[in-house]
């Protein structure tokens, strides 16, 4: 029998083109890594609590001030990064650049908040096990803040070098995608170490 | 020949009798399972084929996928027995006894085991090390804790093994049938010498081991001659910030209860035998018998150590 | 001027003309320079294996070292401190140095040949997670040839690893040449299954991918998930050690379990990580030398994901004695003993592929065969201890010990040394010597055996493991010193085939695009092949591109002769991820210094970690964060910007 037909595809799109391209999985299977390292170190605590002798929590009942009005900073930030995205999307480099830098704004205020909140808790790294994991757990979140940080600040400036358009801009929603990650680990996190307890887990 | 001490596949208790049909069930069906695939291999290699090209290429008939439905089904019967057999066995084995006739309290230290034997009576505790006293017939609760590191509680003839965690206490139980001398040994790697960290379980019809428990539970009497007076002395110098002797001025609790050092079989945790000459080599230098052991070389003259050695064989 | 943004791909006929053009546009540059800046998955799968045998070399001097002093009673040919680092080191060096980086380099070489593509997804990750991965080895026994070497075994557990009881730098070295180790893997990980889903030839959908293709695919997804769990561990004990932390001191309400949990989560998918792919090669190579398609092709795939998905589930029957409650160890027993179906699916399928094919008794062959009988000895051993009351007398004896070694020689390194004898023409242009090779084969085998078969029945007399010396009441002299003498058999035999791949390599006779008359299109390239390997971007139509001409007239044949040309630039096309229907083209990046100058910028970072050199540890991230800005810029030629409009 003659061979097939060779594939002849009809018109094929060059490069990323919008949201699409290698460059989304790429950052697909590095937040598929990361978040594994989240469950990883949740599961920890989960574990410490449930081995752990009475008074394992060193607050039975965590102030969620400031952080229950700082987590809805972040999950707002997320909804500013993605009016950027939206303005790319557009070609409207005010709009991106507005979103970019705000969200950046807004996470770098979380950060602050966050380290300002660190220094009035009342134990330090080497307190216990509980604190241990507390501040490892928040730090490494930092880091992905920080990360997420230089991210949408890099964004922002290559959207003031007119880098993007509508067509070109998978680094883009790559880098925001990140940023929406950072924050929806963060849900987590937080449910964890500040909401659990009130549900009368390791009391 | 004999067994080898540290054998599992002979059993002394019914701890560890329990479990020995089933291991030589899933031993057998294992070497079964080799040979057989060995011998269908080789015939598959080497049976006779028809006469086509060895390079030309033969169409999958694929009555080879029968292959792959009846190894299933072959492999799933052995393993649904060894599954119920499992968790039968398990079931037996795994709880310790509700009303033990005997509780210790086993602390595995870096390379040495602490042992105390509890009762109800506070008169009746007493505590010693590396060398376990039980009574034939006799169920035996073990408390392990955690001393510094992870190690491992084995006594292969009488039982499985059981770790000890610090931070927590995980508990065990063995009981053995036939008098005897059980090797234990530490399972889990603990350190420099996590090689030489054995013990010994000494299982003595009843009225033996109550007459060893009554024995334990005295205090060293004071030295007489003036020889074992000098070597108490050094004693109480050299080795009582680690040592205890109960009785005389020496509590430390960081080494071995050595009040009835002599009614021990073997020494340095199963390293050595408890003989004049092998007691002296140890005391002057650990290090060289055990090197990584936790005991430091004494700086002993000669005189010393004689001093010293009188005394020691003075706690039987 | 603005590349179009759609295109009809040119479809033509593979020429020289067409070839000397790619070949212009995809070799790596020469010299120095082209060393260290390429992105071709082939040199770098080239240097992953030979890294790898290198390591492979010095862990089995360790272990000669170890076996030497285990030959008889109470010896003491080194300290029980030297001992400790040499068995931690053995395990350490064959457990993440050699048998996950062999078959990363396995996989790396092949894949685009097998998938019909001009490259990885990710070129640059390649060379990436390469320079990490040696970065990695190098920092590691940077720490043993200081005396600093791993010292609680290659699971390092806690409190011993704590910095109470392990006041040195050993753990250190380890802990942090555990993380960077880790970065590398995670990464290589990632780019295998974005080019799994991505890079295949168009028609090659997802029932037509050789079975190598399944297993780096099933580790590598396993993988991406679970070695945060590992390095999550080894950054703990790090903090546990340098800042006084209490995650696994008991003191401060820390759980030494907690260890145990997070690094057996990692490290039970971890060895089926490393045997997965390794069976794959021998799912694709024996059939080859049975002159028939392997039996039961679709069984085999889906068993390989089964295992590992099943395989995320059995990790505490590595805890079975550390007094975990009944029903714990009643459903991880079970669950370990219906794991051994799954993982027998493959070896019934060689067998009667076997049988009902013609077997070629090339080296090749032989060592695949041979991992059969290797891989039930190990299984059956491995089922033993998945019953918890036999696990408690079997563990931590000489019989796991046994084990381990029948299922990652058996399974790994036997299938390693087939697929080089395998696929060494393709990878090199030159034949491995035939005669050479039985003799490699036999002495590998015969010693092997002699070494690991009396190793059951010295962990059945109860002799414990990592133990530096033992007494000569034990009852286990006789046996050791035959495991000795075996071991010292195999290494010759080890020694042989690296002597046959060395002067093979330099002299062998050439070899031709196909000279075991193989089934997938690598064996339709030249040996070795051109930098972008397919001239033309080839259709396929069935499972064997180059046996359908014998197997079947009325099936549809795949073309490899004449397709997509795709020479205007670097470039090369996507697929859809079950179908592999052409999507996208892409443009592949060019030879890069980002790779290398991230990799020795985390290499400064981590050496500053470990000294603690706070000034050195901002420099170092200021470094990583540079690099990673420099790869990461926007680039027009790959599309990722476009120019601005005037």
């Known amino acids: 029998m003659a061979d097939a037909m060779p594939a002849a595809p009809g018109p094929l799109p060059v490069g990323p083109v919008g949201r699409r391209g290698l460059g989304q999985w790429g950052v697909g299977a590095l937040i598929a890594s990361e978040a594994a390292l989240f469950v990883y170190l949740l599961f920890a605590y989960f574990y410490a609590a449930a081995s752990a002798r009475p008074g394992w929590l060193l607050e039975p009942a965590p102030k969620l001030w400031p952080a229950l009005p700082n987590t809805l900073l972040l999950l707002s930030s997320s909804l500013v990064a993605w009016i950027g995205e939206k303005g790319v999307e557009r070609g409207r480099r005010a709009e991106a650049l507005t979103g970019l830098i705000g969200a950046f704004v807004m996470g770098a205020g979380f950060a602050a908040v966050q380290v300002y909140e660190w220094s009035i808790k009342p134990y330090r790294l080497g307190t216990s096990s509980y604190a241990a994991l507390y501040f490892t757990t928040t730090g490494f979140h930092m880091a992905h803040v920080v990360a997420g940080l230089v991210i949408l600040a890099m964004l922002a400036l290559w959207v003031a070098l007119d880098f993007f358009s509508p067509r070109r801009r998978i680094v883009v929603s790559a880098g925001v995608l990140y940023w929406h990650f950072v924050d929806a680990v963060w849900l987590l996190v937080f449910a964890t170490y500040y909401l659990t307890p009130y549900l009368g887990f390791a009391r | ?316 | 001027m603005t590349p179009a943004a759609l295109r009809v791909p040119a479809i033509g006929d593979d020429t020289p003309e067409l070839r000397a053009r790619l070949h212009a546009i995809w070799a790596t540059a020469p010299g120095w320079k082209g060393w260290f800046t390429t992105v071709d998955h082939k040199e770098i799968g080239i240097r992953y294996i030979v890294t790898a045998f290198v390591l492979l070399a010095l862990g089995g001097v360790e272990a000669l070292a170890i076996r030497l002093q285990l030959a008889g009673p109470d010896l003491r040919l080194m300290t029980p401190e030297q001992f400790n680092i040499f068995f931690s080191m053995h395990g350490m060096t064959m457990i993440f140095l050699y048998s996950s980086p062999v078959l990363s380099g396995f996989s790396n070489y092949l894949w685009p040949l097998l998938l019909g593509a001009r490259d990885m997804a990710f070129p640059r990750l390649n060379a990436f997670s390469y320079w990490v991965y040696l970065a990695a080895a190098l920092f590691l026994y940077t720490g043993f040839l200081t005396g600093n070497g791993p010292n609680d075994g290659w699971f390092n557990y806690v409190p011993y690893a704590e910095r109470q009881y392990n006041p040195g730098l050993n753990q250190d070295f380890y802990a942090l040449g555990m993380v960077l180790l880790g970065i590398s893997t995670a990464v290589g990980a990632a780019n295998f299954v974005v080019t799994a889903f991505k890079m295949r030839a168009p028609g090659m959908s997802i029932d037509r991918l050789p079975i190598l293709i399944w297993g780096t695919l099933t580790a590598s997804v396993a993988n991406l998930v679970v070695v945060p769990a590992v390095s999550l561990a080894f950054f703990l004990l790090w903090l546990d050690r340098q800042f006084g932390t209490s995650f696994f001191r008991p003191a401060g309400g820390g759980q030494p379990l907690l260890w145990q949990h997070l690094f057996w989560l990692f490290g039970h998918p971890w060895v089926y990580a490393i045997v997965l792919p390794a069976m794959g090669m021998v799912s694709d190579g024996l059939p080859v030398f049975c002159r028939r398609p392997l039996v039961g092709y679709s069984l085999v795939a889906l068993s390989t994901v089964a295992t590992m998905i099943l395989g995320f589930g059995v990790w505490v029957h590595h805890m079975f004695a550390t007094g975990l409650p009944g029903l714990s160890l009643s459903f991880f027993s079970g669950a370990s003993i219906v794991i051994t179906v799954p993982s027998a699916v493959a070896v019934f399928a060689w067998l009667a592929t076997i049988w009902t094919g013609r077997p070629v008794r090339s080296t090749a062959f032989l060592f695949f065969a041979a991992m059969i009988l290797l891989f039930v000895i190990g299984g059956v051993s491995g089922f033993m201890t998945a019953s918890v009351p036999v696990d408690w007398q079997l563990t931590d004896t000489y019989f796991v010990v046994a084990h381990l070694h029948y299922v990652l020689i058996g399974i790994n390194v036997f299938p390693v040394v087939g697929a080089t004898y395998f696929w060494f023409p393709k990878l090199t242009g030159r034949m491995m010597d035939e005669r050479l090779g039985r003799w490699n084969f036999w002495t590998m085998f015969l010693g092997f055996n002699l070494g690991f078969l009396p190793m059951h029945l010295i962990g059945l007399f109860g002799m414990p493991r990592r133990v530096w010396t033992y007494p000569a009441e034990m009852g286990w002299s006789a046996l050791n010193m035959i495991t000795t003498i075996g071991s010292f058999a195999f290494a010759i035999g080890v020694l042989l085939f690296f002597v046959n791949v060395a002067k093979s390599w330099r002299a062998g006779a050439l070899a031709p695009a196909d000279p075991w008359g193989g089934s997938t299109l690598e064996w339709a390239l030249p040996s070795p092949p051109a930098p972008y390997n397919f001239a033309v971007i080839p259709t396929i139509a069935s499972r064997h591109p180059l046996w359908e001409e014998a197997l079947d007239e009325n099936t549809p044949r795949s073309t490899i002769t004449r397709g997509m040309m795709l020479d205007t630039g670097k470039e090369t096309v996507t697929t859809t991820p079950l179908d592999a229907i052409p999507d996208r083209i892409v443009e592949m990046p060019c030879d890069s210094w980002a790779p290398l100058l991230l990799a020795v910028a985390l290499g400064i970072l981590f050496v500053a970690l470990l000294l603690k050199l706070w000034l050195a540890i901002a420099l170092g991230a200021l470094l990583v964060l540079g690099a990673l800005i420099l790869w990461l810029w926007p680039q027009r030629r790959l599309l990722e910007r476009e120019p601005a409009h005037g």
């Not at chain 2, 649904?80 to 057999?85: G, S």
């Not at chain 2, 066995?89 to 509890?118: F, H, I």
């Open chain 2, 1 to 316: 020949m004999s067994a080898p001490p540290l054998g599992y596949l002979t059993s002394a208790g019914e701890r560890a009798a329990a479990i020995v049909p089933l291991t030589w069930f899933v031993l057998a069906v294992s070497v079964i399972v080799c040979m057989v695939v060995a011998v269908l291999l080789l015939a598959a290699i080497v049976h006779p084929r028809g006469r086509a090209l060895p390079t030309a290429i033969v169409a999958g008939d694929d009555h080879g996928l029968a292959w792959i439905k009846w190894g299933l089904v072959l492999s799933a019967l052995p393993l649904i027995v060894t599954l119920v057999w499992t968790m039968a066995a398990l079931g037996r084995v795994a709880g310790p006894p509700r009303s033990p006739a005997l509780v210790l309290d086993v602390t595995p230290r870096q390379y040495w085991w602490e042992v105390r034997y509890d009762a109800r009576d506070p008169a009746d505790r007493f505590v010693t090390a590396n060398e376990i006293h039980i009574a034939t017939g006799a169920r035996v609760l073990v408390r392990l804790h955690g001393g510094d590191v992870i190690h491992s509680f084995w006594v292969p003839q009488l039982s499985g093994k059981t770790d000890a965690i610090p931070g927590q206490t995980n508990l065990t139980w063995l009981a053995a049938d036939v008098p005897g001398r059980y090797r234990g040994q530490c399972a889990e790697f603990c350190g420099l010498e996590h090689a030489k960290m054995a013990f010994e379980v000494v299982a003595e019809p009843p009225a033996a081991f109550e007459r060893w428990r009554r024995a334990q539970l005295q205090t060293a009497p004071p030295p007489s001659s003036d020889a074992a007076q000098r070597g108490a002395r050094i004693f109480q110098s050299h080795c009582a910030s680690c040592h205890a002797v109960r009785g005389a001025r020496a509590a430390g609790s960081t080494a071995p209860d050595l009040t009835h050092l002599m009614s021990r079989r073997l020494i340095a945790a199963g390293t050595l035998p408890n003989t004049r000459g092998s007691l002296a080599g140890w005391v002057r230098a650990p290090q060289a018998s055990k090197p990584g052991a936790l005991m430091p070389d004494q700086q002993l003259t000669g005189q010393q150590l004689g001093d010293m050695l009188t005394y020691l064989v003075t706690l039987k």
